[in-house]
């Protein structure tokens, strides 16, 4: 592979997560660079959430380092920790919402509380109607969490966010428990933020259908809708493919290198696409 | 012989180890509470939102229990003073139990049993759906935001509702001195304040505090250590009421303890 000079956007160096003794996570290492897409696959229950999870400093590994920025994480403390969430958008595995606060206090909330982000009050309001538009949904402000559908409460998270404008993009399972056209819409939604952001990203899922349209579709913001990236821009997009087992990584490398694969816990994630 | 008391030991430690570790982590929770009061940033429509649920919501079932229990202990305690002729002096016994026991302890069970379970599921619920780390990710401490207010409100409010309770309380134990004790109401209500010195009154105010405090706490632990889905929600607010009931009790007889050795 060539050498692309590129800023190291995330690292992890042989990281182990455990919980009451239970490995979640065990010895996992892999760099993301800026502007890199990366597709994490595994079954339910493999550590994915996890992984996400100690990428913000939300969960401490009990070994190993975490690099984000350039800056190891898993030694700071909660303080610290808030000057690099600021930098990192993550939509959680059920939206989770605050559900005491209506859509626009929910998708608000990021630019008026986040430490480092300096957001005069005044624009607020349109910065949020932008994110909600954006993810097409204006009109729900007044609505709260549990007024919304699945789809629509995953697409007012994703909305929450991204209002930062955060270069680090982290989706946990972002189509499950949807119906399949629910599911291309998020993610359409999640392909279109990449490429108008040019955001680092990474997508955890069960299914390798999202890896697929992530790795081989761009936004085209004319039609506004997804079609199939030339052969040139293909290599643009740099998806990188990761399949965790039981909290270990099994594989690292492009998709012809995945669907190559004859392992078969890894080959039962290419399958499901036909 | 060595051999197995040692391991007796090892097994004795193993049980001890959970409640310990339980005890650490409330205290942890403890200190970080009464830390953040005097730390920005102050959420001030929080602690109003958490006095209004917890003292409003709660006015309505401590002015029932105040009544009520003013009333049984004015009935009791006439029956008790009879066998001495001095059925003249309810008002006295009245007011000094109210004051210093029942108001506080009555006041705090009912509010324990609305609030610490309101707010353990309530924090349990965001804990199991991951709003607490969404909260920690977009840039707020979830001590900061929710244990405080709820422990500010809580030890405020307490000590309010305690008061109002005593005083439905007496008005409980006068409505049974006039229907059926045939005593002067002038008679019960000297009686009622003649019996109270500072020291009750400060007893009366201190306890409240002091349960409110526990109130809040143990509600938000409990609520912050869910895990386990809806199932675990069910559990922690059970939980939340338990503890929080047996801390009052216990918490109770230690604060009695001072005062009635203070006085001697
Ligand atoms: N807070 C926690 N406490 C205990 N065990 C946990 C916790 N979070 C995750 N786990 C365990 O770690 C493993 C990986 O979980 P997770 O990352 O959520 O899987 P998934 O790949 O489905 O997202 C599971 O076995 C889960 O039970
Ligand atoms: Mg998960």
Redesign the pocket.
């Known amino acids: 592979m060539p050498e692309r000079n590129k800023t190291s956007v995330l690292r992890f160096e042989n990281v182990t997560v455990a919980?009451?003794g239970?490995v979640?996570l065990h010895d996992v290492s892999f760099e993301a660079f800026e502007g890199d897409s990366r597709v994490i696959l595994?079954?339910?229950?493999?550590?994915?959430?996890?992984?996400l999870k100690v990428a913000m400093g939300l969960?401490k590994p009990e070994s190993g380092k975490v690099f984000v920025f350039g800056k190891d994480i898993s030694r700071m403390s909660e303080k610290q920790l808030f000057d690099i969430r600021g930098k990192i958008g993550m939509l959680f595995?059920e939206s989770a919402l605050f559900d005491s606060l209506n859509i626009e206090e929910n998708v608000a909330y990021p630019l008026l509380n986040q430490p480092s982000i300096q957001c005069p009050r005044a624009e607020v309001l349109p910065r949020v109607k932008e994110a909600l538009e954006f993810v097409e949904l204006a009109g729900t402000l007044e609505k709260f969490p549990s007024e919304l559908s699945g789809g629509m409460r995953r697409r007012a998270a994703i909305a929450r966010a991204v209002v930062t404008e955060p270069p680090l993009q982290m989706y946990?399972?972002p189509t499950a428990g949807l119906d399949p056209i629910t599911a291309h819409t998020i993610m359409a939604l999640l392909i279109k933020e990449r490429d108008v952001s040019q955001a680092t990203t990474l997508v955890?899922t069960h299914r390798y259908q999202d890896g697929n349209l992530i790795a081989n579709f761009r936004y085209n913001s004319k039609q506004g809708a997804l079609e199939p990236a030339q052969s040139g821009e293909k290599e643009k997009l740099r998806t990188t493919f990761m399949v965790?087992k039981e909290?270990r990584p099994v594989f690292e490398g492009d998709q012809d290198s995945l669907e190559a694969s004859t392992d078969s816990y890894i080959s039962k994630f290419v399958k499901q696409r036909i | 012989m060595v051999a197995s008391e040692g391991g007796d030991l090892t097994y004795l430690l193993d049980l001890l180890k959970e409640p310990v570790l339980a005890a650490q982590e409330f205290f942890v929770l403890t200190g970080r509470a009464f830390n953040n009061i005097f730390r920005r940033p102050h959420y001030g429509d929080d602690i109003i939102l958490q006095m209004d649920t917890i003292g409003v919501g709660s006015l309505p079932i401590v002015v029932m229990t105040g009544f009520f229990s003013g009333a049984v202990m004015a009935l009791q305690m006439s029956r008790a003073l009879a066998d001495y002729g001095q059925v003249g002096r309810t008002g006295t016994l009245v007011s000094l139990t109210l004051v210093r026991e029942l108001g506080p302890v009555l006041t705090a069970m009912m509010v324990a049993g609305r609030n610490s379970s309101g707010i353990a599921s309530e924090l349990g619920s965001m804990k199991v759906t991951e709003q607490i780390d969404a909260m920690r990710a977009l840039g707020t401490d979830p001590v900061q935001k929710l244990v405080t207010p709820r422990l500010l409100a809580t030890a405020f409010m307490l000590p309010l509702l305690t008061v109002i309770a005593d005083f439905v309380g007496m008005f409980g134990g006068w409505v049974i001195a006039e229907v059926f004790l045939n005593l002067p109401a002038r008679q019960y209500w000297s009686s009622v304040w003649r019996a109270l010195v500072w020291d009750d009154v400060t007893q009366g105010l201190m306890k409240p505090l002091i349960f409110g405090v526990i109130i809040s706490l143990v509600g938000c632990y409990q609520g912050l250590r869910t895990?386990g889905g809806t199932q675990g929600v069910g559990r922690s607010t059970t939980q939340a009421v338990v503890w929080a009931t047996v801390l009052i009790f216990v918490v109770d007889l230690l604060i009695t303890k001072i005062f009635v050795s203070g006085g001697a």
Do not use: I
Request: charged content about 20%; glycine content about 18%; proline content about 0%.
């Open positions: 919980f009451d239970e979640a595994g079954a339910a229950g493999s550590g994915k959430t996890v992984l969960t595995q946990d399972s955890v965790l909290g | 895990t």
